[in-house]
Each structure stands twice: as C-alpha cells, then as structure tokens.
C-alpha cells in the first residue's frame, strides 16, 4: 500500500470513528478519545507493516 492510499484510508476510518462515537456518545471529548486512540493504532500498524515489509527485502537480498 501507497503512502497516499494510506492516507486516504486513514483520514476515512478517523472520520467515522469520530463521527460515530460522537453520534453515539453525545460527547465531543470521547469522540476526540477515541479518534486520537484510532490514529496511534493505525500509526503502529502503518510502521509495523513498513518494518515487515523491509525485513522480507532484507531476506531476499541474503539469499
């Protein structure tokens, strides 16, 4: 995945997980929460594929 594919992916699922907390909450400050808790997981999961991504890089070179 792209660097911009990721970003659009990103913004989308911040955007609704925002929304639909704050639509089932009522609470801004829950939905702000939970929508900076999204972002920290999508960001680990972002670096933690780009590191896979560069240790299979890594074992093909070595072959």
């Known amino acids: 995945m792209s660097f911009p594919q990721f970003l659009v992916g990103m ?25 900076v808790l999204t972002l920290i997981v999508l960001q680990v999961g972002y670096f933690l594929s780009v590191v896979r991504l560069i240790y299979r890089a890594e074992r093909k070179t070595h072959r």
Do not use: D, H, Q
């Open 11 to 35: 913004t989308a699922a911040t955007f609704v997980v925002a929304l639909s907390t704050f639509l089932a909450t009522g609470s801004i400050w829950k939905a702000l929460g939970w929508t």
